[in-house]
């Protein structure tokens, strides 16, 4: 298995563009779930999917932000506009359920850079 | 309010001692206690975990504590290694969530 797939692994924007973040999470997983690492805040949990639907949204910072999950092997994470505040790296992360003892398998992020 | 805290963002350690990683909970209803080691450009991993009505859980060179009266637990990793030097997070169980720290930088000194 190849694990949580994030794509771009890197990417540099400027300020008030659009920013689209891609994941694959792994097959047969049906969670799904966006979360942020900042120095100050750690890893804050942005929204999650359970079967593709949108459960939780509440962590979402602003209306700049969306994420979509348009079918259970792919979902993205919109940031339009961007502003530099956003510079973070942004982790997906999938599970079979979710809570318990058997955790999240995490994609190896992607570094955002807002300019 | 953050409801996982790891109040020591970083800690160093001499190869061959013991680290011993902090971290302090709010809610006395988690069921399970986590901890995940990320390495730089790479997404966290699972290390080890614990249930609520356990003290302890050893996996190796790693073994976490579970003090629930005092609503703490801690990760020890004896002896220390170079590659354990990473960022460690621990992540308390809220079904179907969990809630995560923010983060201790582990170094270990050769």
């Known amino acids: 298995d190849a694990g949580v797939i994030q794509s771009p692994r890197h990417e540099v924007t400027e300020m008030g563009q659009e920013v689209t973040l891609r994941c694959k999470p792994i097959?047969?997983?049906?969670?799904l779930f966006w979360y942020r690492q900042t120095m100050m805040r750690g890893l804050e949990l942005l929204i999650y999917?359970?079967?593709?639907?949108?459960?939780?949204d509440s962590g979402m910072p602003e209306d700049r932000f969306s994420a979509k999950m348009p079918n259970a092997s792919f979902s993205t994470l919109k940031i339009q506009p961007s502003e530099p505040r956003d510079s973070a790296v942004y982790f997906c992360?999938?599970?079979?359920?979710?809570?318990?003892?058997?955790?999240?398998?995490f994609g190896s992020g992607t570094r955002l850079t807002v300019v | 309010d953050q409801q996982v805290k790891q109040n020591s963002p970083s800690l160093s350690v001499q190869e061959g001692r013991i680290s011993i990683l902090n971290c302090d909970y709010t809610?006395?209803?988690?069921?399970?206690f986590l901890w995940y080691k990320k390495y730089p450009a790479e997404g966290p991993t699972f290390l080890i975990s614990i249930s609520s009505i356990k003290d302890k859980n050893e996996d190796g060179r790693f073994t976490v504590f579970l003090n629930k009266s005092a609503k703490h637990l801690s990760l020890h990793i004896v002896p220390s290694q170079p590659g354990d030097s990473a960022v460690y997070f621990c992540a308390a169980s809220a079904p179907p969530l969990y809630i995560f720290g923010t983060g201790t930088r582990l170094k270990v000194l050769a």
């Open positions: 992360a999938s599970s079979l359920g979710g809570g318990g003892n058997y955790g999240y398998t």
């Open positions: 999917f359970n079967n593709n639907v949108p459960i939780d």
């Open positions: 809610n006395s209803m988690f069921d399970y």
């Open positions: 097959s047969g997983h049906n969670s």
